[in-house]
């Protein structure tokens, strides 16, 4: 009996040793680099790089229709362009990561549009290999890395340019547009933005009123990496990882498609600034979308003013396009609402809210529907 017990334990801890040292097929090809995904799945694609006003290197990526080779990017090309920005602590595979026919940007490429994904600074497609200082947040993303990638998708497309942030992404869009930075702007298209977090979940709310976000600020300047663990988990315990969203961002209806949640594991947790992290905390904290907090002292050298100053998004003038799930967690209705209100009593030219039923937060990425992009693709089209 003690054998048969002994023999049992080895061969359980074999297993788990195999499970988590070799991986699948599947497993394999979600680990591959974007590009050669987007080979393997017969998009055409092209990589781009541009430097920002602060001297970062910034990649964007660009697909066409699936099967398209023979006339993407071909002289007299004139899908619209449209770009794609990433989450906290994400990249851009976020947006071709769910199954072909629910992931947003493989639904834009084969309805026709241009799509770009601009990539996260400090993320592994936009890493610190020029060891620039890495004192930045949304706020440099925003003010820096989107409206030089703006100016970059004009130039090659002659066209207007129209974006869709999602969580993270939606803030930098917001920076970028208060601060009178983006030029040749379409329509934007803001998902589930962090601008009004005071009603984020408990686990949430503890974090960002801990002293964790100021001590790894003055401890170190970049966090996150991608984790075997994280990958192995979610794909073998679906049940741990959907209680982890649940803390952070999507209620239990939300319909989040679990099987793949080890595919955007196998790209998180991607790198960022501790000083990011710091100023989504104060977000929370503040209750509202202020620019970064350096206490009292230097808040007057920068912002001639004892704290710090709030964007001004009722002087955004473009057309503003909010969509929301109403089982997210972390933003909730009452905050799109104050935040449409603040759009629509300002000068933006057209304000719509768009509410989701099925949807939470990760879910407009990696839900089991995207019943959302038909709305965006009809007011893409509206001309």
């Not at 394999?28 to 970062?56: A, C, G, V």
Request: glycine letters at 6%; a neutral charge.
């Amino acid at each position: 009996m003690k054998k048969f017990c002994l023999y049992s334990f080895l061969g359980f801890l074999i297993a788990c040793v195999a499970v988590y040292f070799i991986d699948t097929e599947d497993e394999i090809f979600w680990l591959k680099p974007f590009s050669e995904r987007m080979e393997i799945q017969n998009y055409p694609h092209q990589t781009h790089f541009f430097i920002t006003e602060d001297k970062w290197n910034i990649t964007i990526f660009r697909i066409a229709a699936k099967g398209s080779h023979e006339t993407a990017f071909k002289k007299g090309y004139r899908a619209k362009p449209i770009i794609l920005i990433p989450q906290l602590l994400n990249c851009v595979d976020s947006y071709v990561i769910n199954d072909e026919e629910l992931s947003p940007a493989f639904i834009l490429a084969n309805a026709g549009f241009d799509v770009w994904l601009v990539t996260n600074r400090g993320s592994e497609y936009s890493p610190n290999l020029d060891k620039v200082e890495e004192e930045y947040s949304f706020h440099e993303m925003g003010y820096y890395d989107l409206p030089m990638a703006f100016e970059y998708v004009h130039n090659i497309t002659n066209q207007k340019v129209s974006g869709l942030g999602h969580s993270q992404g939606a803030n930098v869009i917001l920076v970028a547009l208060s601060e009178k930075r983006l030029n040749y702007v379409d329509k934007v298209f803001i998902i589930a933005p962090g601008t009004h977090i005071k009603s984020a979940s408990y686990f949430t709310d503890w974090l960002a009123k801990s002293n964790l976000p100021e001590d790894l600020y003055k401890s170190q300047k970049q966090v996150g990496s991608k984790t075997r663990f994280g990958n192995k988990m979610s794909k073998y315990t679906p049940f741990i990882s959907r209680t982890i969203t649940l803390f952070f961002c999507d209620g239990w209806e939300s319909e989040l498609n679990m099987k793949n949640v080890f595919r955007i594991a196998s790209h998180d947790l991607q790198p960022t600034s501790t000083k990011n992290l710091l100023h989504w905390a104060q977000l929370k904290r503040l209750g509202g979308f202020f620019k970064f907090d350096y206490g009292k002292e230097k808040n007057l050298q920068i912002y001639k003013q004892a704290n710090p100053p709030e964007y001004d998004l009722s002087n955004i003038t473009e057309s503003i396009h909010i969509f929301h799930g109403i089982h997210d967690i972390l933003t909730t209705k009452e905050e799109m609402m104050e935040l449409y209100n603040t759009f629509k009593n300002g000068k933006a030219k057209n304000v719509t809210y768009q509410e989701y039923e099925r949807s939470g937060h990760i879910s407009f990425v990696l839900g089991k529907s995207a019943e959302y992009t038909k709305d965006l693709i009809r007011i893409l089209n509206d001309d």
